[in-house]
């Protein structure tokens, strides 16, 4: 028999799926794919800072990565792919949790968790709402399409630089940003510590649990320098 065939011998198959459906796998599966997603927001991140190069710059970036079709529309699908196992397998447990509290505490008192963690579920809802808006604002054009792959005058491709200040000049895309950055760079801070306890990568000596905040804060920081320095004025349109 080839061994490649047993990976999909109903055995194997039937293994996996109990496997994920369990607590504990699906806590595997979701500390791995959000791993992965939280270094694909530290990439996208570090090219955004980018926009301190100048628009010869942010723009050269924004066509190297609209040019590479072969790289674009497989990472954009397994990025979606990603998104959705994680958050499917948030919300069975969450289900899970609730269904194993048969009856209610006449005081609750959460030991040993903070509000960050208690509230995953409804800042997931929200993150998940704010990446929905993202797409819609940057990559699909709906939210000021008159900004939107609008050619550059001097390069011949698209001039995301001005896309990106017009953007952020309107206070309320800003504030809406800053409120939906924070609530990501919480979320996948303290997945990040939680992820090291679920993969069982978490040992006495290291300071795990400092890890999340130090996450979260330079996720924060990172993201937003842009932007603001966009409404202070000291990222400007090109010429102005």
């Not at 198959?13 to 796998?25: L, M």
């Not at 993150?127 to 808006?133: N, R, W």
């Not at 000596?205 to 996720?219: M, N, Q």
Request: aromatic fraction near 14%; proline fraction near 5%; charged fraction near 10%.
């Amino acid at each position: 028999m080839n061994r490649g065939c047993l990976w999909w011998h109903p055995t194997t198959v039937s293994w996996v799926s109990r496997y994920i459906r369990s607590s504990i796998g699906a806590k595997h599966v979701m500390a791995v794919t959000g791993l992965l997603l939280l270094l694909f927001a530290i990439i996208h991140m570090l090219g955004h800072l980018q926009m301190f190069g100048g628009p010869f710059m942010y723009n050269r970036y924004a066509h190297f990565l609209q040019d590479l079709w072969e790289v674009k529309w497989p990472a954009r699908v397994g990025l979606l792919g990603l998104l959705i196992v994680h958050v499917v397998l948030a919300l069975g447990l969450w289900a899970k949790n609730r269904a194993a509290r048969s009856t209610k505490y006449a005081v609750y008192r959460p030991v040993r968790s903070s509000w960050v963690g208690r509230s995953m579920a409804l800042s997931g809802t929200i993150v998940l709402a704010f990446l929905i808006f993202h797409i819609l604002h940057f990559t699909l054009g709906q939210v000021q399409g008159e900004h939107w792959h609008v050619m550059d005058p001097k390069q011949p491709w698209f001039d995301a630089y001005s896309m990106y200040v017009y953007g952020f000049q309107n206070v309320g895309i800003y504030v809406a940003y800053l409120l939906g950055i924070g609530l990501l760079s919480l979320h996948l801070g303290h997945g990040a510590s939680s992820w090291l306890q679920s993969l069982g990568w978490r040992h006495p000596k290291y300071p795990a649990d400092k890890i999340g905040p130090a996450v979260s804060v330079f996720l924060f920081v990172g993201y937003m320098i842009p932007p603001t320095a966009v409404l202070l004025g000291i990222l400007k349109l090109p010429g102005a």
